[in-house]
Structures are given as structure tokens and as C-alpha cells.
């Protein structure tokens, strides 16, 4: 069977820490990081969970800073 | 096996080639970016990177030339519209757009917006609706709500001393010279995609000579509010949305 | 008309012919006594018709010099026109066109002041027009015609000048050189600049970013303080080369003379006929017009004074180009001052009367 899956990639040091990839993420993918910030100061938005990822690229477009690249495959599973 | 899926050609969305990396002075969570965002990827979508013209505000996106690679003038507080109009006029074929907010546009600008919109120049006017001045601190604006606490109302917006928010863009879908009105905004997916429209739609109708385009982001500021980015999104859909409501004022683009 | 012939007309409608014939791509403005002929009169020739040359009627002042604005900007060789009160309007367009460094041209036909004012001419915005006018350390350049012949030569020369040290330039006329009506030869035609020499001549212009090049970014705002130091100091070396290449005057009669009278615009032709007057008396007087009100021409009056008994400026004010006479003459001489104000126009008997209850 196939599906398709996602991957995504931040731009650490351009992430302000603002959440609102991770409210929007419709498959809760992503956190803020928990002990880390980035050279900003910002803790900075991480896939937390990123086999769950489907590749929707909603967190890309509502990211205010482009911070998100979005990569999407049909894989076997 | 997301070291599988990272791979060029599965990209599906990125940041938008004319937004350059350098870092934006917004506000995390800022509806500023977004907006810039899709702005850029429309100018790229209608293939006009070589001939588009940009007139900044005063205001946050004073700085919008610094995060989009494209020509931009900054221009005086409210007087976009006035220096987009020369431009227009003397450049026909060029893509010329404002990018302003609400006080630049309704407040110290109210002339200049009306009359350019009125005269139908050939140019889009994209109006971020945030209900304050974020620049200068978090002042009242035009837009600001009944009841709505800033800087210089601290006690919240009140009619009687204050007036009544302002409903410019109702003001401009009257206007003759408009050929599209809209009302639109970047917290959800579906809204952005709505909004990418619109702006495409409006900088098409320019190109094709219809007149002129207002395109107004109702958006947030979470600084000014004083509340996180999540929580600025989730009072602009339960305040701002019922006096600034959503949608299409006025197409006579006949653009689909 | 053809090449060369004299026609008559007012100093306003000369404006008007001589944009087009320059080349003028536009002009943007607003009607206000005693200047709205030269709207009037590119509205009547429909320049958009036969050089393409855009002419709208702003909704303001305000609207106008923005436009200028966006179109100096944009490249193109754009003016606009009005008289004191609205000049006061277009105060915030000009300094943001001086820093942002563009080649804009504006036309002043001076009205009575302060405030409303009247609608008869005056001379009184002299320190508006040579000391900035807006906020910020920056000059425009002043041109001031005294003939409906200077009317028509300037427009050509402001934008030269404008566009040579891309900088805002001004015309500084007054309700009496606008609204009479003289001889004059009009500039012939020069054709509109195409696309490759507007990109030749500015290639700081905001036309579009092709592909060869970096974004033009037209601003006056520079937060970072060393940065903003920089680029001050760069229009301060700019105005620094405008005042040793730019300086223009005449003189007349100063060769025998023992006073000096300085004026400049419609306040010169009465003190040419003082001039006469007082020599019909025995009193050899001489006149000094700056034509550059700025640059002024400090270096030539400090000059023509040598040998000179006294120096009067005449102007139609309470004393303002009198400043900088006094500056350039630096205690030499004796410098006074007559003027008429609110807008009632001096006799050249008053210039003779002053003159001698001044300087004698």
C-alpha cells in the first residue's frame, strides 16, 4: 500500500518561536524545542513527531517567516 | 526515512524565490510575512519579477524592501497611492502596487487612498488591517475597535471621544474607478489560498487595464495586542471578522 | 510656432510650453492663485496626445509633490507647480526628495504671506525656498527668473540641474513675472527620452529589477546612525560641488557705480528702472540680480562690493535674501534693506527714496 508522506525541514535561525505551525499542523508534527533556542534567542519550531507528517505544507504557508520547507512523497508503507 | 523524502524533487512548498534571506524585522507570528509571501509569489506566478514596482508605507513594512527582491520606493507617510499613481502613468507596463497599513491608509492617508482608487489608476493596494500602530508603539488606529485598549486609549476605543472604526474599504467599493474590492486573511490555509487569489486577481486587473484594486488583510498584531501570536489569531477571527467582514465588495474584473 | 519665433505670452504659460518642448514626461498638480494658468494651459494643449507627456490634476499639494516623487523616482523628468501656501504642503515631498536624491522640479509663484496670505505677488518665502524648507539638512536648487524668457529657459536648466546632481529643483518665480505677459522665445522641441537612455541616464531608477542588476531601492530612512552620517555627509559634499560649479547672476551698471542694490526676480526689473531713475539724479547705482538664490552667489557679491560706498536689497519681503547679503559681505560695507509687504509691489521711486535715506 501507498501513502503519501511528508517531511519538513525549518530554518533554524530565521524561526521566531511564534507557534503557529504548530497549532496549525493538522497531525501535531511539531514543537517548539524544548531546551534549545536559536542564535536569536528563539526556541525555534522542530518536528517532534516526523514520521506523522503528510506533506500538507499548511505550517509552510501559515509560517510568517518562510521558515519552512515542505517535502512530500507517495512511499510504500 | 525522512532522509528519503528531503530531496529536491519532492519539494512542495518553500520560501518564495523574490522574499531573500534576510531576516524580517516582524514580530514573531506577525501577519506582515505571510502577506509578503504570497506577494512575492504572485509577482513570480505572472512572471513580472523584471517589471514590478513596489511603494512601501510608513509603518512595520517600511522595511518591505529589505525582504523582497523587486524595485521599491519608499514613500512618505499615507502617500503611496499619490507615488504609485506617477509611476503607473509613466511606466504603463510596469506592476505597481502599495503595501500599507491601516494608518498609512486611513488615517494620514485617507486622501490619497480615496482619490487614487477613485481616479482608477492602474494599481493594487494591499492594506493590512491590524486595528493599530504597531510601529510607533501600539497607538490607536482608524480600525481600532469599540472597546479595544491601545497606547493612546487606554481605557478602550470609546465613540464619543474617538469616533468609530473606519470602514474604508465599504468607503471604496462605492468608488467608480475600483474594479475590485476584497476583504481577506492569512490565519488559516484556506484563507491564505483565498488571499493569494485575491491579490492575483487585483494585480492581473491592473495589468489589464480594469482600474484600480483594494485588497484589505484584516490581520494581527500581537505586540500591540499584547497577547502570543495563537491568541492574536483567535481574537481578530472573534472581534475583527464581525466589523470587518470577509469577502468580495465589489468585481467588476471579470478575471475568474 | 516655429523655431525661433517671439510670441507673447504670460510667465505661467511659458512654463507650460517649455515643459512640453523639453521633453517633460510629466506634471502633477493643483490649482492655486496666481499659477493655475500653467495646469490650465497643459490641459489646453493636450500634450498626451503629441509627446506623450502625462498631466493630472492632484487632489492636493500634498498629492502632488508625491507624485513627483514616484515619478523622479521612476526616472522620468516630472514637475509640478504652485504658489507659497501650497508650497508649504509640498515641504514634506521635497525633503523626502532630497534625501532620497531625486531629480524632481517644482515651480513657486510667490504669493503674500504668512498663512492664507493674499493672492497679490510677494517675495516671501526666500528662507523657505534657499534654507531647505523641510525638515533635515539638505538645499534645493533655487532658480529665479525676472522675465517670461527666464520663465521658459529655467525649465529646461532646473531639470538639467535636477537630474545632474539628482537632487529636487525649484523655480522660484512671483505672481507679478507669472501672470505678465512679455516676448518670448520659446526652447525648441526636444523629443521625450526613450526607455534605454532613461536606464543610461539613471541607472538608480525604480523602473523594474531586471536581471543584471541589484534592486533600486529608493528611501530616505536610515536607522543605523553611522550609516545616516554617511550619506548626510555625502549630500553636504553633493551641495558643497553644486555651490562651486552651479553659481548664476548679472550685473548691470556696477563697473562706475558707488551703490549696489541687490534684488532678484520681479523685485530686479523694478530696481532696473530705480536704477535709471537715481542715475538721472546723479547717483551712480548699479545692480547685482542672483539668478541662483542657491547657490548664492556669495563669492561675486564679495566682488562687485569692492569699491562700493553702500549696498541696498531691495526685495519684496521684511528682510530675508538681506541675510545672506550680509553674510557673504561680512561687514565690508553698509548693507540695508527695503522691502514692501503683503503683497503690494513696490515703485522704483521707493527703491530710489529708500536707497537714499539708507545709504547716503
Known sequence: MSKIKGAIVVDVDRCKGCSLCVVACPEEVIALAQKNVNVHGYRYAEPIHPDDCIGCAICGMVCPDGCISVYKKRMEV | MSNEIISPENLVYTKPKLMNDTIMHYCPGCSHGVVHKLVAEVIADMQMEEKTIGVSPVGCAVFAYRYLDIDWQEAAHGRAPAVATAIKRLWPDRLVFTYQGDGDLACIGTAETIHALNRGENITIVFINNAIYGMTGGQMAPTTLIGQKTSTCPYGRDPEIHGYPLNITELASNLQGTCYVTRQSVETAPAIRQAKKAIRKAFTASMEGKGSSLVEIVSTCNSGWKVSPVEANKWMEENMFTVYPKGDLKDTTGIK | ?360
Request: charged content about 25%; proline content about 5%; some cysteine.
Open chain 3, 1 to 360: 510656432m516655429a523655431d525661433g519665433e517671439v510670441t507673447l505670452m504670460k510667465g505661467n504659460e511659458a512654463i507650460a510650453h517649455a515643459a512640453v518642448r523639453c521633453g517633460a514626461d510629466g506634471f502633477f498638480g493643483y490649482p492655486i492663485t496666481p499659477q493655475s494658468e500653467i495646469i490650465e494651459t497643459l490641459a489646453l494643449m493636450k500634450p498626451w496626445e503629441t509627446t506623450g507627456m502625462v498631466v493630472l490634476q492632484a487632489e492636493s499639494e500634498v498629492a502632488s509633490i508625491n507624485m513627483v516623487y514616484g515619478g523622479a523616482g521612476a526616472g522620468k523628468r516630472v514637475m509640478t507647480s504652485s504658489s507659497s501656501p501650497g508650497i508649504s504642503l509640498m515641504q514634506e515631498g521635497i525633503s523626502y526628495m532630497a534625501g532620497a536624491e531625486l531629480p524632481g522640479v517644482f515651480v513657486n509663484v510667490q504669493r503674500g504671506g504668512p498663512g492664507l496670505g493674499t493672492i497679490q505677488p510677494s517675495q516671501s518665502d526666500y528662507f523657505q525656498s534657499t534654507r531647505g524648507g523641510g525638515n533635515g539638512d539638505y538645499n534645493v536648487i533655487v532658480l529665479a527668473p525676472n522675465s517670461v524668457q527666464e520663465m521658459a529657459d529655467f525649465v529646461d536648466l532646473a531639470f538639467n540641474l535636477a537630474f545632474k546632481y539628482r537632487n529636487p529643483a525649484m523655480i522660484l518665480s512671483d505672481g507679478v513675472i507669472g501672470q505678465m505677459m512679455e516676448k518670448v522665445v520659446l526652447p525648441p522641441f526636444k523629443p521625450r527620452r526613450t526607455e534605454e537612455e532613461i536606464v543610461k541616464e539613471c541607472p538608480w531608477a525604480t523602473i523594474g529589477r531586471t536581471k543584471d542588476r541589484e534592486p533600486n531601492i529608493l528611501t530616505s530612512l536610515e536607522l543605523k546612525s553611522e550609516v545616516m552620517e554617511m550619506r548626510n555627509i555625502h549630500l553636504q559634499e553633493k551641495y558643497k560641488a553644486i555651490r562651486e560649479n552651479e553659481v548664476r547672476y548679472e550685473t548691470l551698471m556696477l563697473d562706475d557705480a558707488d551703490y549696489m542694490i541687490v534684488s532678484f526676480g520681479s523685485a530686479a526689473r523694478i530696481s532696473e528702472k530705480a536704477i535709471e531713475l537715481a542715475r538721472a539724479e546723479g547717483l551712480k547705482v548699479g545692480l547685482f540680480r542672483p539668478i541662483t538664490l542657491w547657490p548664492f552667489p556669495e563669492k561675486a557679491i564679495v566682488a562687485a562690493i569692492q569699491g562700493k560706498k553702500g549696498v541696498l536689497v531691495a526685495e519684496i519681503n521684511a528682510g530675508q535674501m538681506v541675510q545672506d547679503v550680509r553674510l557673504a559681505v561680512n561687514g565690508i560695507v553698509k548693507v540695508e534693506h527695503f522691502g514692501r509687504l503683503g503683497g503690494i509691489v513696490p515703485d522704483p521711486e521707493e527703491i530710489v527714496e529708500a536707497l537714499k535715506e539708507k545709504l547716503l
